[in-house]
């Protein structure tokens, strides 16, 4: 298809629910023709076990703010609810020809193989496709030498300007976002939803750099506390109502307004946020993961931790554990305060999965799909990578198997985001919130401990310890690492000792 043969541009709007920092939207505009900005919902993806009507209450705000800023460009959000193919072909035949920007989509397996069905599609139709970058994810790369190079220039680039007008496809109408509550989107949300919207995450993230990002670190892995410190922009980050880009670079300003200041809580202030900048980073380094190897999703990272796990599967265990009911106070509140606000910080999600994977031997494969329709944040490159790096599945990372005892008494000390979650244990005293099993007069509604925590670590270590010991273990991680592990340099000799412990390091990506 020529420039001749294009009637119109299609903006395919997907998690990038924004008009900032948009290419996609900026080259569309830029070729000159009428512009049809859309959003699909599509029914077959909402079916799926891994999404939620809390991930839609999200969408619902934030395609409603887009919506209006649209409107205000003279371009309505066009919203079809139904099969994207079909929608491009009545699109066609009624319009003719058209341009098809989008931005390139690291999703879950289903919006890969759409993708590739829509990309057979442009093809057999003439339709030119363009797909943009996605924040520092880049596409068809061979291994992971000059990522991090790429992944920079992509952030040091200039924020794009939200365009000052739109010329719209005129007299097409294909439906109106479906509401908040639509059956659609099944019944499943628990609780509070963060509020979705790009107003809301500009003000989050200038709450975070003006005041609350000071205290980041300190209070990164205390669940409860860490709501108010961390930054609390990953769901925007994960349906784009802000880009990594513009966050990052609002973040070197701020570090360079404090850097001027030269006061000591100045100076904590920026090391606060320069680790935050980090965590971008790491953010970007994990989805990275998804689009180089989408199996992920469902196959370990390394092929000897096939069939560990899959034939133990305990359905109490795994019952008692969506449900907050293992009788481990602290596990049990994470996952209650989970299901009330779609939001905890990184060490409680690792510690949830480190428990289900270890303590109750449970597959990952059943237990990611259900903690994602929790987290209202969720990211199925940060989702699926994690998960198998905690259930100790990828064969290139330190096995860490979190002791849920320790974890309470360092992260809530004095029980109290245990009490507010688990109100079973609230006149229990703090020399017992921890271990309430030791004084059962005390906590007489509360379960015991599904497992004995040394008995279960010591039948999970030699499982563990079978696989790392196979046959061609050794060879295979070093694929693994060849092709998934991050560095910095562009050499492809093998990393050394200290290298590879940086890489093992536990990382706070759920800001």
Same mark, same amino acid.
């Given at each position: 298809?020529?420039?001749?043969?294009?009637?119109?541009?299609?903006?395919?709007?997907?998690?990038?629910?924004?008009?900032?920092?948009?290419?996609?939207?900026?080259?569309? =505009?830029?070729?000159?023709?009428?512009?049809?900005?859309?959003? =699909?919902?599509?029914?077959?993806?909402?079916?799926?076990?891994?999404?939620?009507?809390?991930?839609?209450?999200?969408?619902?705000?934030?395609?409603?703010?887009? *919506?209006?800023?649209?409107?205000?460009?003279?371009?309505?959000?066009?919203?079809? @609810?139904?099969?994207?193919?079909?929608?491009?072909?009545?699109?066609?035949?009624?319009?003719?020809?058209?341009?098809?920007?989008?931005?390139?989509?690291?999703?879950?397996?289903?919006?890969?193989?759409?993708?590739?069905?829509?990309?057979?599609?442009?093809?057999?139709?003439?339709?030119?496709?363009?797909?943009?970058?996605?924040?520092?994810?880049?596409?068809?790369?061979?291994?992971?030498?000059?990522?991090?190079?790429?992944?920079?220039?992509?952030?040091?680039?200039?924020?794009?300007?939200?365009?000052?007008?739109?010329?719209?496809?005129?007299?097409?109408?294909?439906?109106?976002?479906?509401?908040?509550?639509?059956?659609?989107?099944?019944?499943?949300?628990?609780?509070?939803?963060?509020?979705?919207?790009?107003?809301?995450?500009?003000?989050?993230?200038?709450?975070?750099?003006?005041?609350?990002?000071?205290?980041?670190?300190? @209070?990164?892995?205390?669940?409860?506390?860490?709501? #108010?410190?961390?930054?609390?922009?990953?769901?925007?980050?994960?349906?784009?109502?802000?880009?990594?880009?513009?966050?990052?670079?609002?973040?070197? #300003?701020?570090?360079?307004?404090?850097?001027?200041?030269?006061?000591?809580?100045?100076?904590?202030?920026?090391?606060?946020?320069?680790?935050?900048?980090? #965590?971008?980073?790491?953010?970007?380094?994990?989805?990275?993961?998804?689009?180089?190897?989408?199996?992920?999703?469902?196959?370990?990272?390394?092929?000897?931790?096939?069939?560990?796990?899959?034939?133990?599967? &305990?359905?109490?265990?795994?019952?008692?554990?969506?449900?907050?009911? @293992?009788?481990?106070?602290?596990?049990?509140?994470?996952?209650?305060?989970?299901?009330? &606000?779609?939001?905890?910080?990184?060490?409680? #999600?690792?510690?949830?999965?480190?428990?289900?994977?270890?303590?109750?031997?449970?597959?990952?494969?059943?237990?990611?799909?259900?903690?994602?329709?929790?987290?209202?944040?969720?990211?199925?490159?940060?989702?699926?990578?994690?998960?198998?790096?905690?259930?100790?599945?990828?064969?290139?990372? /330190? =096995?860490?198997?979190? *002791?849920?005892?320790?974890?309470? =008494?360092?992260?809530?000390?004095?029980?109290?985001?245990?009490?507010?979650?688990?109100?079973?244990?609230?006149?229990?005293?703090?020399?017992?919130?921890?271990?309430?099993?030791? &004084?059962?007069?005390?906590?007489?509604?509360?379960?015991?401990?599904?497992?004995?925590?040394?008995? /279960?670590?010591?039948?999970?270590?030699?499982?563990?310890? %079978?696989?790392?010991?196979?046959?061609?273990?050794?060879?295979?991680?070093?694929?693994? %690492?060849?092709?998934?592990?991050?560095?910095?340099?562009?050499?492809?000799?093998?990393?050394?000792?200290?290298?590879?412990?940086?890489?093992?390091?536990?990382?706070?990506?759920?800001?």
């Amino acid at each position: 298809m020529t420039l001749n043969d294009a009637k119109f541009s299609v903006v395919w709007f997907k998690r990038d629910l924004r008009i900032a920092d948009h290419e996609p939207l900026a080259k569309a =505009v830029k070729l000159g023709l009428p512009i049809l900005p859309l959003y =699909v919902v599509e029914p077959d993806y909402w079916k799926l076990p891994d999404v939620s009507q809390r991930h839609w209450h999200f969408i619902h705000d934030s395609l409603c703010e887009l *919506n209006n800023e649209l409107i205000k460009k003279n371009a309505p959000l066009c919203v079809y @609810t139904g099969d994207i193919i079909n929608l491009f072909e009545n699109i066609r035949s009624r319009f003719g020809s058209f341009y098809l920007f989008s931005h390139q989509e690291t999703g879950n397996n289903w919006t890969y193989q759409r993708d590739r069905m829509v990309l057979s599609w442009c093809k057999e139709q003439r339709i030119v496709w363009d797909e943009s970058q996605s924040n520092g994810v880049a596409r068809r790369l061979i291994n992971r030498d000059t990522w991090s190079d790429l992944r920079n220039s992509v952030m040091r680039k200039p924020v794009i300007l939200a365009p000052s007008t739109l010329t719209s496809l005129k007299d097409i109408n294909l439906g109106a976002i479906p509401s908040k509550d639509c059956s659609m989107f099944g019944n499943n949300l628990i609780g509070n939803v963060q509020t979705g919207g790009r107003a809301q995450g500009l003000k989050t993230l200038q709450s975070f750099l003006d005041e609350r990002g000071q205290r980041y670190m300190l @209070t990164l892995s205390k669940p409860g506390i860490s709501a #108010r410190n961390c930054s609390r922009l990953s769901a925007h980050i994960a349906y784009g109502t802000l880009s990594i880009r513009e966050i990052e670079q609002a973040t070197h #300003r701020r570090i360079k307004e404090l850097s001027f200041a030269g006061d000591e809580n100045s100076q904590y202030f920026v090391r606060n946020l320069s680790a935050f900048l980090s #965590r971008l980073a790491w953010r970007c380094h994990f989805v990275q993961k998804l689009e180089q190897q989408p199996c992920i999703e469902y196959q370990c990272m390394h092929p000897a931790f096939e069939g560990m796990r899959e034939n133990d599967f &305990n359905d109490i265990y795994f019952e008692a554990w969506k449900k907050g009911r @293992t009788g481990y106070p602290l596990v049990d509140a994470c996952m209650r305060s989970l299901h009330q &606000n779609g939001w905890i910080t990184f060490r409680m #999600r690792a510690m949830l999965v480190s428990f289900a994977s270890y303590h109750l031997w449970l597959d990952w494969r059943k237990t990611a799909p259900f903690m994602a329709g929790l987290f209202t944040d969720y990211e199925p490159g940060i989702h699926y990578s994690q998960f198998q790096m905690q259930s100790g599945v990828t064969g290139i990372n /330190a =096995v860490r198997m979190y *002791n849920p005892i320790k974890q309470s =008494v360092d992260q809530d000390p004095e029980g109290i985001f245990i009490k507010r979650y688990v109100p079973e244990l609230k006149n229990v005293s703090q020399t017992w919130i921890h271990e309430p099993w030791r &004084n059962l007069t005390l906590a007489k509604d509360y379960p015991l401990p599904i497992v004995d925590h040394a008995v /279960a670590i010591k039948h999970a270590r030699s499982q563990i310890n %079978l696989c790392w010991k196979s046959q061609g273990f050794k060879e295979e991680s070093s694929i693994v %690492l060849e092709k998934l592990a991050s560095r910095k340099r562009k050499s492809r000799v093998s990393r050394s000792n200290t290298e590879k412990k940086a890489s093992h390091k536990q990382l706070e990506l759920k800001f």
